[in-house]
């Protein structure tokens, strides 16, 4: 039996398509195979979590629910091998949710870019703080 070969993101922008697609599908090892090894994710409860097991933690209820996502790529900034990535984030499904993700991609030895670090809840936290109505 075969490894499963997931779809390389070619550019950064591909991350966040296959991102859709796989958490469409329920596929977590897909999910998984969009972050780097060294990846780093800031939860919504602030708490860093690292790796592939970490990650599967954080990842695997949206993945069981095929949660619907949308997304808007604001900005990415690219230098060599690394970008950053300012992406609008809406979760149709399970519960409705919106968020402003900042991200860095890299690209590996192989080509592929995947997520390193990944921040997804921050600026939609402070956004709802800062949000002060001039009078």
């Known amino acids: 039996m075969g490894m499963q070969v997931y779809l390389a993101a070619k550019t950064p922008e591909e991350i966040c398509d296959l991102f859709r697609q796989y958490m469409a599908a329920g596929d977590l090892e897909g999910l998984l195979s969009l972050y780097d090894a060294e990846a780093a994710f800031l939860n919504q409860a602030s708490e ?14 949206l993945a069981q629910a095929k949660a619907q996502f949308q997304f808007k790529i604001v900005q990415i900034i690219r230098s060599g091998d690394t970008a950053l990535m300012h992406t609008e984030w809406k979760v149709l499904s399970p519960e409705p949710m919106r968020v402003y993700a900042i991200e860095v991609a890299r690209r590996g030895a192989d080509g592929r870019w995947r997520w390193l670090i990944g921040d997804p809840f921050t600026v939609s936290r402070y956004m709802r703080f800062s949000d002060i109505k001039e009078a």
């Not at 970490?54 to 695997?60: C, D, I, P, T, V």
């Open 48 to 61: 860093v979590k690292h790796g592939h097991q970490q990650l599967a933690s954080e990842l695997g209820r």
